[in-house]
Structures are given as C-alpha cells and as structure tokens.
C-alpha cells in the first residue's frame, strides 16, 4: 500500500503490562513521528526519527515510553508497566520533506 | 510551544450550506497543514499551506502567514464532510529537525441531509 500503516489497530491491555505498537511509514520517506490523541483533543507530539535517528523526545510523557527505529524504516513504539491515563489513539506520520501524512492509529485502552 | 486555536468548536449545517473555519497561531510558522479527521479516526490530509490560497473541488484554504490565521472553507457541504476539521502548524527553520506538528483542538462539523 502507498500509505502509512500501522498495528495492531486496537490494543486492550491490563495495567501494568507492557504493549508495542508498530509503524511502517511510507517507502522513502525520511522522517517519522509519533503523536498521542485523547478523547476529544488534537494529536499531541510524542517523538520524531530522522532515518534510525532519535532527534527530538521531548513530548514522551514518562521514562515507560521508548521508541525506535533501528533500519531507518519501520518505528515501534513501547509503553510499559500500561496505567489507565494511558489509554489513547497513538498516531505515526511520515514525511519526505515537510508534509506529514498520517497512519490510522492504534486505539489503546488500558483496563 | 506554539498556541493553535481554532473556531468555532462546533458547526451543524445543513447539506448544502457553506462554512468557514478559522486557525489562529500564536507566532510564526514555516508550514501550516488542515487535515479532516473521519469518524473512523484517520487523518486526511485537505491542505498543506504555508502561505497563499489553495482550491481543491469544493474546499479552498488561505493562509496569511504575517498575520497568523488560516481559513478553511467549505461549500455545498455533504454529509460525508462530517468529522473534525484540524488545523496543524510546524515551526523551525527550514531543514531544522523541529518538524513536529501543533495541533489546534479541532472543529467539530456535522452535516445534516
């Protein structure tokens, strides 16, 4: 496919395990980012690859959070010990120069 | 971080109507983006408007980048327009590595039949 994937697309997790979710960007395509959206909000900016570099975590809410992107290509991104807040849509983009096109997330809920 | 407010936080229409949806920044941007977000969660992208005026069927967007508001605009709207519109700037210097993206907290559109 042409687009940003991303899985699985739902997640249901006890609190206190640990959960990955996987991107695969469009072919080519340089940068990666990861945003997180509550109910009701605009996608918050979590972190952002240049190739298999980490340039900018700031936006990862606590040390249970880690990403990678060891090839340069696909990212996965890492919660563990899951708390209730949490529970979330987590979204990947990819971007060639500047535009950023969006995954269709993995809706996370943390019970 | 940069402010992104958007206007108005909800908007009923009937099918067929025309709308205007409005983005203020709080300091200059190198790109500005509108994505229409489906009621299955994904984000599509409308526009990606740094500056200048864009038309696209029956959505067409401004931006006017010295004075930090974007216009989104919609006509003869359609049902399948429903979702939240959002509007997302980028700052940094061109090439820079703060790519990332502020979001504004959406428009809320429905459009009746």
């Known amino acids: 496919g042409a687009g940003v994937s991303q899985s699985p697309r739902y997640k249901v997790a006890k609190r206190g395990q640990d959960v990955a979710l996987r991107c695969d960007p469009i072919?080519?395509?340089?940068?990666l980012f990861w945003y997180q959206q509550a109910l009701g909000q605009g996608p918050e900016f979590l972190t952002y690859f240049q190739n298999e570099a980490q340039l900018d975590k700031s936006g990862l809410p606590s040390d249970r959070f880690f990403a990678e992107r060891p090839e340069g290509s696909v990212s996965t991104l890492k919660i563990q010990r899951t708390q209730q807040e949490d529970s979330a849509v987590y979204l990947c983009?990819?971007?060639?120069?500047?535009?950023?096109?969006f995954g269709p997330g993995t809706r996370l809920t943390v019970t | 971080g940069i402010q992104v407010e958007q206007s108005p936080p909800d908007l009923i229409l009937q099918e067929g109507a025309n709308s205007t949806l409005r983005c203020n920044f709080s300091?200059?941007?190198?790109?500005l983006q509108w994505f229409h977000q489906n009621p299955w969660g994904q984000l599509i992208n409308l526009f990606y408007i740094p500056s200048g005026t864009k038309q696209n069927g029956r959505l067409s967007a401004t931006t006017v980048a010295t004075e930090r508001y974007s216009l989104l605009y919609i006509s003869s709207s359609q049902t399948t327009d429903s979702g939240v519109y959002f509007c997302a700037v980028e700052r940094g210097p061109r090439g820079s590595t703060l790519g990332r993206l502020y979001f504004g907290r959406g428009t809320q559109l429905t459009v009746w039949p």
């Open positions: 983009a990819s971007s060639f120069r500047s535009e950023q096109y």
């Open positions: 072919s080519g395509h340089v940068s």
């Open positions: 300091d200059s941007v190198n790109n």
